[in-house]
């Protein structure tokens, strides 16, 4: 048989190396910026067009390159940063794999611009698909610029594999940020569609990090400093207090490489313990300097993860630094978790007068009469109330009974818990639906053929849900009416992702009257957000929105209703009244789809008396 094997040539092997290289407009970025720093470059401007699907430049002042270098620097395996494996070792470059230009080259249109200090003239080589187009002398200023245009033009399915712009240019956001932190001695221009997104002007560490997450971000930050024979730490934590619902800002650099580490992650967390509230998230900007002989940063083809020779000793070290910072700014003492939160005056309204307390006073309200309420349910939220005739709109709507019956048997009935009048729990009963509250999550409820159970924060979610959807789609908005503007504080493309969304969110009900650069003043609320919750809900919604955004209009206005309804809901834990578990009930029951939450979870769980005779056997 004929031999059969042969060598790929070179502009294959190059589009398939691009492969491991670019995945999206940041990876471009990311290489770019990275190769504008190893040129020694003080000032490097980033370029971006439609989130860098049409065009990525970065212009640097940094050395440069000679004619031949400038030919040489799109060859595969050409770099100007190691010779032989042994500098793998001591590696003080971003780059050293000599792979970047050559993949970029391959699969977009790049235009190259170059001049060494000492030259009078520059060159200029414009490649498209690793074919060189042309090669000329140009007048152009010290340093490079690297123009990518157009990427993935001759590979159609990588481009439609590509997210919307607004995904796109939040990974080149990222990009930036951790090259922009790990280098605050650099100044760093980013554009976008030709308005400036970010300045960042030479500066130190923490001014590096403000100039970035904004003002506010200043007052959050405690300094970590601590120096070992085998590490150095320096850089910042977030005061527990500040933790945020998003991971977003987490960041290690290693030498001053950005790097991902789940292992260092837990060492921050562990040192956090007992200091952060749930669901919330430390952030932190630490720099770990490290002999470059005891981390191998080979073994990801992009860079971000590293392997450390001892881990543990790195893990022991930050984690005794931090838990030191934290308690040198006295900061563990002062908090207290333990204290209702409905009490914390949102800081925002510090400085305002006071106002005469209001008192409220139910004029229709009469003891003697029949329907027991045994306590006031001021919960707006329940605002429908349908016709109690409930148990009839379930019909149909019960869940496979093997699923039932194995949900059922792990929720525990602990009637020691119950300390109060046992009497009054049989009265409610007699009076009302029957509803019965367990372990503060699920809703016990007598039906027909049976008994139901109902998650509480589920069910809530999905009454809340059906109603924002509404407002938001009739774009009839029900608001309220601050009595003084609430100023937010967000970092700037926090504030870009508020603004995208401004009519869905109006619709609901809130009312905008500024959005600045990293902040944004509310006058007006939906009725079902307690003005204090505000914070809260957007920073959640911020969160939803990075982790999906909506391509379309449709699931915009869903997502949004989805994040509110989640963020509004009352929670596992919560204890209700009779009459506000009557109220959920019935409202649920009023619903298009009550029997799954938003996010198509059950939202309740039928055992029938059947099911019940057989668990008796
Ligand atoms: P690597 O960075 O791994 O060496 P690249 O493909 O990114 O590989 O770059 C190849 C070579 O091109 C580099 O080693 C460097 O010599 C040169 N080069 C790339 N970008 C620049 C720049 N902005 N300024 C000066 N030289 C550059
Ligand atoms: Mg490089």
């Not at 995945?23 to 970025?29: E, G």
């Not at 200023?141 to 481009?159: D, E």
């Not at 980013?190 to 970010?198: A, I, K, L, R």
Request: proline share 4%; aromatic share 8%.
């Amino acid at each position: 048989m004929a031999d059969i094997i042969q060598l790929l040539p070179d502009h294959v092997a190059n589009q398939i190396a691009a492969g491991e290289v670019v995945q999206r407009p940041a990876s471009v970025v990311k290489e770019l910026l990275e190769n504008a720093i190893d040129a020694q470059a003080t000032t490097i401007k980033l370029l971006i067009k439609d989130a860098g699907k049409t065009l990525v430049q970065v212009i640097d002042n940094g050395v440069g390159m000679s004619v031949t270098d400038a030919r040489l620097s799109f060859e595969r395996h050409a770099t100007s940063k190691i010779r032989n494996a042994e500098d793998l070792f001591q590696l003080h470059t971003k780059g050293f794999r000599g792979e970047a230009l050559a993949s970029i080259a391959a699969i977009a249109h790049v235009e190259l611009k170059s001049k060494q200090e000492a030259d009078d003239v520059g060159t200029e080589i414009v490649i498209e698909g690793s074919e060189v187009k042309s090669q000329e002398v140009v007048v152009t200023p010290k340093g490079t610029s690297i123009a990518v245009k157009n990427l993935f033009f001759n590979i159609p399915a990588r481009r439609n594999f590509l997210k919307s712009n607004p995904v796109e240019l939040r990974h080149v956001i990222d990009e930036f940020h951790r090259v922009a932190l790990a280098h605050p001695n650099i100044t760093f221009v980013m554009y976008h569609n030709g308005s400036e997104v970010f300045n960042l002007p030479e500066s130190n560490y923490r001014q590096r990090i403000v100039n970035i997450f904004g003002n506010k971000t200043n007052e959050k930050l405690v300094p970590v400093t601590e120096e070992t024979e085998v590490l150095k730490v320096s850089g910042f934590v977030g005061k527990p207090e500040f933790a945020k619902k998003t991971r977003g800002e987490q960041f290690f650099f290693v030498n001053n490489r950005f790097i991902k580490s789940a292992y260092l992650n837990h060492a921050i967390n562990s040192a956090f313990d007992g200091l952060l509230k749930d669901g919330t998230h430390a952030s932190y900007f630490l720099n770990l300097e490290v002999d470059p002989q005891s981390i191998d940063i080979n073994i990801h083809p992009t860079k971000t993860e590293i392997k450390f020779d001892d881990e543990q000793t790195l893990y022991a070290i930050l984690r005794a630094s931090v838990k030191h910072s934290l308690g040198q700014f006295s900061i563990a003492p002062v908090l207290d978790f333990e204290r209702d939160s409905n009490l914390d005056t949102p800081y925002n309204y510090k400085d305002r007068e006071a106002a005469f307390p209001k008192v409220e006073v139910d004029a229709t309200f009469n003891p003697f009469q029949e329907e027991k309420v045994s306590g006031k349910a001021n919960r707006t939220a329940y605002k429908k109330e349908p016709s109690s005739s409930w148990e009839s709109l379930y019909v149909g709507l019960e869940s496979k009974g093997t699923h039932s019956q194995q949900v059922f048997s792990e929720v525990q009935f602990e009637s020691e818990e119950q300390t109060g009048d046992i009497f009054e729990d049989v009265k409610q009963a007699e009076t009302s639906h029957s509803t019965y509250q367990i372990h503060n999550k699920y809703i016990v409820s007598n039906i027909k053929s049976g008994i139901m159970l109902i998650d509480q924060h589920r069910a809530h979610q999905r009454v809340l849900y059906e109603d924002l959807l509404k407002h938001i789609t009739i774009k009839e908005s029900v608001s309220q009416q601050l009595l003084f503007p609430v100023e937010l504080f967000f970092s700037n493309e926090e504030v870009v992702i508020l603004q995208s969304i401004q009519e869905d969110l109006e619709h609901t009900g809130f009312v905008f009257s500024n959005f600045g650069k990293d902040s944004i003043e509310i006058t007006g609320v939906p009725i079902n957000v307690p003005a204090s919750e505000v914070s809260v809900v957007l920073e959640q919604l911020i969160v939803d929105i990075q982790n999906e955004i909506p391509d379309s209009h449709f699931s915009a206005a869903d997502m949004l209703a989805k994040s509110m309804a989640k963020s509004l809901a009352i929670k596992t834990g919560q204890s209700l009244t009779a009459i506000e578990q009557e109220h959920l009930v019935n409202s649920l029951f009023g619903c298009k789809e009550p029997n799954v939450s938003p996010t198509n979870k059950p939202t309740f769980i039928t055992l029938t008396v059947d099911e019940l005779d057989r668990k008796f056997i």
